[in-house]
């Protein structure tokens, strides 16, 4: 495939998250984050719509969660809960 071919970041990250719930019949529990739903998410040091290319598969997950448990928390993460 070439260059040519590709897609955007937001449509891959839409394909990979909110679509792929479509496959499993599972799109009304699962693929976005709201009250009722699944949390699955990944928290990353910076944001991978405006990283550069190059940077993205070096980005360190910072924390991960399933069914909205966190399973993974870097010891250096902090949330920020002012927001």
Known sequence: MGVDQRISREDALRMLTRNHWYLTFEENSKGIIAAGRYADMVALP???????AKRIEQLKVMMTMVGG??????????????R
Not at 46 to 52: G, L, N, Q, R
Not at 69 to 82: H, L, S
């Open 46 to 52: 910076e944001d991978i719509m405006t990283v550069p």
């Open 69 to 82: 448990k966190v399973v993974y928390r870097d010891d250096g993460f902090r949330a920020d809960t002012t």
